[in-house]
């Protein structure tokens, strides 16, 4: 069974999926969504029609002083549509602490052009968490 990573944002929410062996993690797509959660659980929903998945693992938006961000309301909002929405999904939450500044730096060790950053940016967030979680379940 797959783990999918989210990292859920105000307009995009990026998605990333384990290998079916949870060995990789790669960066699936960026659902753009413009604060509309229906979009993101309809499209997760087609993700599990495709890819046996057991797992959610949400980015939880923590600041760097360790206190919870504006947007860990709307991200327990989402979580809970998550829990309703697909009850037999175990969901997790890994902090998510600097995965944007990670992303950013890797596309630009990359070159990644800037009209493109946008729209991949969220994904590889997305894959961060997801990492960091695989790391944490296999020590």
Do not use: W
């Amino acid at each position: 069974m797959r783990k999918l990573g989210i990292d859920y944002g105000e307009a995009r929410t990026g998605i990333a999926l384990t290998d079916g062996l949870n060995i990789t993690v790669q960066g699936l797509e960026t659902i753009h969504h413009e604060g509309n959660d229906k979009v993101i659980l309809n499209r997760l929903e087609e993700l599990l029609s495709q890819y046996e998945i057991d797992t959610f693992v949400v980015g939880m938006p923590i600041n760097m002083n360790g206190t919870k961000a504006e947007r860990v309301e709307k991200t327990e909002k989402l979580i809970h549509k998550l829990k309703c929405r697909f009850p037999h999904i175990q969901i997790e939450t890994i902090d998510e602490r600097l995965t944007t500044v990670e992303a950013h730096k890797t596309m630009n060790f990359l070159n990644v052009n800037k009209k493109k950053k946008k729209d991949i940016v969220d994904t590889i967030a997305a894959v961060y968490i997801l990492e960091t979680y695989m790391k944490k379940i296999k020590k």
